[in-house]
């Protein structure tokens, strides 16, 4: 079984800077593709940011230049930088790892100066 828990978000003044979190536990070990998604209320979750074992990194044109994923597989971490932070980022941000289906419960970012 394999748990992912995210972390970071909270309020940010727009124009700041997000570190998002998300740490896996489980039968997981070095997973292939690790994914960021968000979503706003009433909207389906949409894909801003993957990364595979070979830290190649992909992300939505929306967020492209202000997000960065990173990993850690050391430590079994997965990270979105946010940059630049501005209101449309006010959303909730989950960690996936598609080959096993799994998703984090989410956390919630909130922009306001």
């Known amino acids: 079984q394999v748990r992912l828990v995210e972390s970071g978000g909270g309020l940010v003044q727009p124009g700041g800077f997000l570190r998002l979190a998300c740490a896996a536990s489980?039968?997981?070990?070095?997973?292939?593709?690790m994914d960021w998604y968000h979503q706003a209320s009433g909207a389906e979750r949409a894909l801003v940011a993957q990364?595979?074992?070979?830290?190649?990194?992909t992300y939505a044109d929306s967020v492209k230049g202000r997000f960065t994923i990173i990993r850690d597989n050391a430590e079994k971490m997965v990270y979105l930088d946010i940059h630049n932070v501005k209101p449309e980022d006010a959303v909730v941000y989950y960690c996936?790892?598609?080959?096993?289906?799994?998703w984090g419960q989410g956390t919630q970012v909130t922009v306001s100066s």
């Open positions: 990364i595979d074992e070979s830290h190649i990194t």
């Open positions: 996936y790892w598609p080959t096993g289906d799994s």
């Open positions: 489980g039968n997981i070990e070095r997973p292939i593709v």
